[in-house]
């Protein structure tokens, strides 16, 4: 089946201190894996995604790690500031069909200055 | 990157009536599109898959009557919920993609059902 399980559901962190949220999937096929953040009534904004060819990926103060034989990929954010408050959301491409995109329940993550 | 835009952003609409949401790929041409619901404080569910010139493929438990969706050119999709009723009042995002990868989101469109 389809499945994408996201932990955790909220995060408080302190300004300066890293994140990370991870998840799972459970479709061994699945070759790309985007990640969203969501703002308060606004569209989802991909911040950094993965194919299955590499391990590791990294944009300034984001980074995201992906281990294809576990089935799981996290986001880090290291640094992180006020302005990081936001919904995050990992996605995974599922094959087959029309290469959907299921959604994580979403990461809701608090930046405390 | 790719633009999508989406129309109205919002809509208040009374119980029993039909709502029409607009979704354009801008600069590009997108024969697939994906029309997603997503209720407060809750993910983004995946509707259905629109695809230009043939029906669209709904997702289990999505109503293909109640959530009509046409993708009568390249680049726009349309999504009518008809006979709506307040269970339907949601944001409804549509996106679309260049090619296998990155999905491009419209604004999004919140519906409310009095």
């Known amino acids: 089946g389809e499945n994408v399980e996201q932990h955790p559901s909220t995060l408080s962190v302190q300004e300066g201190d890293s994140a990370v949220i991870k998840c799972t999937y459970s479709d061994s096929a699945s070759n790309y894996f985007p990640w969203y953040k969501q703002e308060l009534g606004k569209r989802p904004q991909l911040i950094i995604d993965?194919?299955?060819?590499?391990g590791e990926k990294k944009d300034q103060r984001i980074a995201v790690t992906l281990n294809k034989t576990a089935k799981h990929f996290s986001l880090h954010i290291t640094e992180t500031q006020p302005e990081d408050s936001a919904v995050y959301f990992c996605a995974v491409m599922f094959s087959g069909g029309y290469n959907k995109l299921i959604f994580g329940a979403g990461t809701r993550l608090a930046v405390h200055p | 990157g790719a633009v999508v835009s989406q129309h109205p952003s919002r809509v208040i609409c009374k119980s029993g009536t039909s709502v029409k949401i607009e979704c354009r790929s801008l600069d590009f041409q997108a024969t697939t599109m994906f029309w997603y619901r997503q209720f407060p404080k809750q993910s983004l569910m995946l509707m259905a898959t629109s695809n230009e010139g043939s029906k669209a493929t709904y997702e289990q438990g999505v109503e293909k009557d109640k959530f009509l969706i046409n993708h009568a050119s390249l680049t726009l999709s349309t999504l009518t919920v008809t006979s709506a009723h307040p269970e339907d009042s949601s944001f409804y995002i549509c996106?679309?993609?260049?090619?296998?990868?990155?999905?491009?989101f419209g604004e999004g469109s919140r519906l409310t059902v009095l």
């Open positions: 996106s679309a993609r260049l090619e296998v990868g990155e999905l491009f």
């Open positions: 993965i194919r299955s060819n590499v």
